[in-house]
């Protein structure tokens, strides 16, 4: 591969493309668009992909936090599992993302009776109406629990 990109590649290039690898992230990619990106720039840092495991570990330290994470306790013997576990990873933390987005948009009536304990958010889900500062359970001035007289 050296051959190749030194037949091909100018020195600057070359160097340019291996100090993007090194510091190539997925950040807003997906999985698929990552590993393919990696796969391309690791052309460029052959030294850096002697074995699978450093190639797997380099794969999954670029990837998001939230998805290292996931991956921690997995057991990745090849680059294709490393791929494999992480698509199913980012798949799996779409999915509850919807859910959790369907189930925000449910109108308020349709709370149950566990979340009448939880708090309204400010913003979002409650038309717009900041509650900030004030509790739910005790009366506010000017209610008709804090006016009466005794």
Known sequence: MREFNAKYFPPLIQERKEDEFIRFRQRAQTVAEYESQFTRLSKFAPELMLTEQRRIRRFVQGLNV???KDLAIAQLSTFS???EKAQRVESARL???TFQA???A???GGR???DMTTPLKSGKGNGGIRFSGISRD???EGSASASRCP
């Open 66 to 68: 939230v998805i290292q």
């Open 138 to 140: 005790a009366p506010q």
């Open 106 to 108: 449910t109108p308020e």
């Open 112 to 114: 149950g009776q566990e």
């Open 95 to 97: 999915q509850v993302r």
């Open 81 to 83: 599992d490393a791929v």
């Open 102 to 104: 369907k189930k925000r």
